[in-house]
Nanobody, 123 residues
Framework: QVQLVESGGGLVQTGGSLRLSCAAS????????MAWFRQAPGKEREFVAG????????IYKDSVKGRFTISRDATKSTLFLQMNSLKPEDTAVYYC????????????????WGQGTQVTVSS
């Protein structure tokens, strides 16, 4: 069974940066794609960024393009999300997820999820 564990969240001021990590453990980990989602209080979980595990293809939510960068280290089974120029509206619990299908913005396509890490951006 695959386990995903996020880290790197915290409190940061507007304009600041954070780097989230998601470490995978368990049986041989070879997803087709992974993604970051986030969920703010009272809102639905939303797609933030996705990456194919093999290759360089990525996809981003429009509001984070140019500010967030998703990457992975396949040798360490670790996913990253570099977040720059953070805004108060980025405040949410951030989750990493893995899928055996191609990346998609739909939560239902992802079979493995981490427990989440809180990101709070103060104004």
């Amino acid at each position: 069974q695959v386990q995903l564990v996020e880290s790197g969240g915290g409190l940061v001021q507007t304009g600041g940066s954070l780097r989230l990590s998601c470490a995978a453990s368990g049986r041989t980990f070879r997803p087709y794609a992974m993604a970051w989602f986030r969920q703010a209080p009272g809102k639905e979980r939303e797609f933030v960024a996705g990456i194919r595990w093999i290759g360089t293809s990525t996809i981003y939510k429009d509001s984070v393009k140019g500010r967030f960068t998703i990457s992975r280290d396949a040798t360490k089974s670790t996913l990253f999300l570099q977040m720059n120029s953070l805004k108060p509206e980025d405040t949410a619990v951030y989750y990493c997820a893995a899928t055996s299908a191609d990346f998609t913005m739909s939560t239902t396509a992802y079979s493995n999820w981490g427990q989440g890490t809180q990101v709070t951006v103060s104004s």
